[in-house]
Nanobody, 117 residues
């Protein structure tokens, strides 16, 4: 079983920055991909950014140029540096990990990010 724990959320003013971190613990053989989604009440969960162990990344359009995803493979962690935040970025941010021996994606509980105008 894989457990994910996010940290780094909080309240920030528009234009500010936050860095989210997520650590995977438990029985881990190999994690080829990790990343971040976000969710606002009443809306569908949407992908923010993903990263593979070979360094390949994906960013949603709203994240390009503002957010940077990184992965520390030996430590089984993924981070999300978020710059130039706007109130529209307010959401619960959840990390995920695709451990090779799991049938389903593992998810963290989420961390709240609130951007004030």
């Amino acid at each position: 079983q894989v457990h994910l724990k996010e940290s780094g959320g909080g309240l920030v003013q528009s234009g500010g920055s936050l860095r989210l971190s997520c650590e995977a613990t438990g029985i881990i053989h190999r994690i080829p991909a990790m990343g971040w989604y976000r969710q606002v009440p009443g809306k569908q969960r949407e992908v923010v950014a993903t990263i593979r162990s070979d360094g390949g990344t994906f960013y949603s359009n709203f994240a390009k140029g503002r957010f940077t995803v990184s992965m520390d493979i030996p430590k089984n962690t993924v981070a999300l540096q978020m710059n130039r935040l706007t109130p529209e970025d307010t959401a619960v941010y959840l990390c995920f990990a695709d451990e090779v021996r799991l049938d389903e994606r593992a998810w963290g509980a989420g961390t709240q990010v609130t951007v004030s105008s």
